[in-house]
């Protein structure tokens, strides 16, 4: 497949992430960002003032790594001189993409549905991701609403703790994830048949998909409290769980009797040999004592020698991570994407899901990402504008 080029009136993290990946493929991304308000004193995605600064005013740590290696555009879509720059931007840059997250009562609004948009290209793929989808245009939404409206927190956390979110915005980055793979698939749909496509990404229906292991055991005679809060225990298999060991904690996920019989065998764990854990369902009905008794085997021992008797198990198991070590990991350092900022200072970055040959060209470095309207002038100008047109543009507010 060629490079592609997308617009994407995006903000916030589920979109941005969505063509990122794009971005990891080669394809060129132009983000659309809007011109500010009188008096408004921060400019564009609100996402660009999270975190601390890192270059300039409107680049902070938490907008950087979503927005490597893209384009910025500003544009004024309030007036209608805007919205027919989109048009001329999809036709003149051969756009065959459109994306947003805006709220989908707006679109219309902004010029940027897709019935007005595919008036500049019969073919161009449309994606929107919103809270609920194209069928609830008014419903705003943001990660941890979705994962308290869709059973996540009712799920998540310890059995006498109160509901909680999930340490990392699962809901934003699957969105993004179904946005690409729909896109992947519309445009190997468009090869055939030469037709464009709406796609309707709805963060909720995404949420509600993963519950795979949830939902239908309902239906098939599971109380609702078994499924409740169970905190790093696993509900069905036992032992998996987090436990104590002389300098930290280590998590082992033991899912078979095989499994079992085999650690039971070494003599750190011989003392648990016990009929009452035989089989899974019994190790279920006796799962505190247990739990217990695990840890008081691995609290007398460091976690190294708890994971040498695991491993010669063949046992899943590992340390409990800390965040600021997970990019010296072996299987991470060496797949590690990388930046630079303006000032110099080299950041590391998380590995793509899969490698693509666009990264391994670029050795896996991408380019720093762009400052608030930075491609504005370059972008009109390779459609066609010329400066003079360019500046009564931003005379009359329709170009930041």
């Known amino acids: 497949m060629r490079p592609q080029v997308v617009l994407s009136m995006e903000q916030a993290l589920t979109m941005t992430y969505a063509t990122l990946r794009?971005?990891?493929?080669?394809?060129?991304?132009?983000?659309?960002?809007?011109?500010?308000?009188?008096?408004?004193?921060?400019?564009?995605?609100?996402?660009?003032?999270?975190?601390?600064?890192?270059?300039?005013?409107?680049?902070?740590?938490?907008?950087?790594a979503p927005n490597l290696g893209k384009e910025a555009i500003a544009l004024n879509l309030k007036?209608?001189?805007?919205?027919?720059?989109?048009?001329?931007?999809?036709?003149?840059?051969?756009a065959d993409v459109f994306c947003t997250n805006t709220i989908p009562f707006r679109h219309a609004q902004l010029g940027i549905d897709y019935e007005t948009l595919r008036?500049?290209?019969?073919?161009?793929?449309?994606?929107?991701?919103?809270?609920?989808?194209?069928?609830?245009?008014?419903?705003?939404?943001?990660?941890?609403?979705l994962q308290a409206m869709c059973g996540y927190m009712d799920v998540t956390g310890t059995p006498d703790g109160p509901p909680m979110q999930t340490g990392i915005p699962l809901v934003d980055l699957h969105a993004g994830d179904e946005a690409f793979a729909q896109i992947l698939l519309a445009l190997l749909e468009r090869g055939e048949t030469g037709r464009g496509k709406m796609i309707d990404i709805s963060m909720a229906r995404v949420a509600v998909s993963w519950l795979q292991t949830f939902l239908p055991m309902l239906d098939l005679d599971t109380a609702p409290a078994e499924l409740k809060r169970s905190?790093?225990?696993?509900?069905?298999?036992?032992?998996?769980?987090?436990?104590?060991?002389?300098?930290?904690?280590?998590?082992?996920?033991?899912?078979?009797?095989?499994?079992?019989n085999r650690v039971t065998r070494d003599p750190m764990f011989a003392s648990l040999v016990d009929e009452r854990y035989a089989n899974n369902t019994g190790r279920r009905e006796n799962r505190r004592?247990?739990?217990a008794a695990i840890?008081?085997?691995?609290?007398?021992?460091p976690s190294a020698e708890v994971a040498a008797v695991l491993a010669a198990a063949s046992i899943p198991h590992a340390p409990i991570t800390r965040i600021e070590q997970v990019a010296d990991l072996p299987f991470v350092a060496g797949k590690a994407l990388r930046t630079t900022t303006p000032d110099g200072r080299a950041v590391r970055l998380p590995p793509p899901a899969t490698a693509t040959e666009h990264l391994d060209r670029l050795g896996g470095?991408?380019?720093?990402?762009?400052?608030?309207?930075e491609h504005t002038d370059a972008l009109l100008a390779e459609i066609g504008l010329s400066a003079r047109e360019i500046s009564s543009l931003r005379e009359g507010g329709i170009i930041a």
């Open 231 to 260: 905190g790093n225990e696993h509900r069905l298999f036992v032992p998996v769980n987090a436990y104590r060991t002389a300098d930290g904690h280590i998590y082992v996920a033991i899912g078979s009797d095989a499994q079992w």
């Open 119 to 145: 008036r500049a290209r019969e073919d161009l793929i449309w994606c929107s991701i919103s809270a609920m989808g194209l069928d609830h245009p008014e419903v705003p939404g943001y990660d941890p609403v």
């Open 22 to 64: 794009c971005v990891h493929l080669g394809w060129r991304v132009v983000r659309i960002e809007p011109t500010p308000l009188p008096g408004q004193r921060t400019k564009g995605d609100p996402n660009r003032y999270i975190g601390r600064p890192v270059a300039g005013d409107d680049r902070h740590s938490y907008f950087v």
């Open 365 to 373: 470095e991408l380019p720093f990402a762009p400052s608030y309207g």
């Open 295 to 301: 840890e008081a085997i691995t609290s007398r021992h």
């Open 79 to 94: 007036e209608r001189a805007g919205q027919d720059l989109v048009q001329q931007l999809i036709r003149g840059l051969g």
């Open 289 to 291: 004592e247990l739990h």
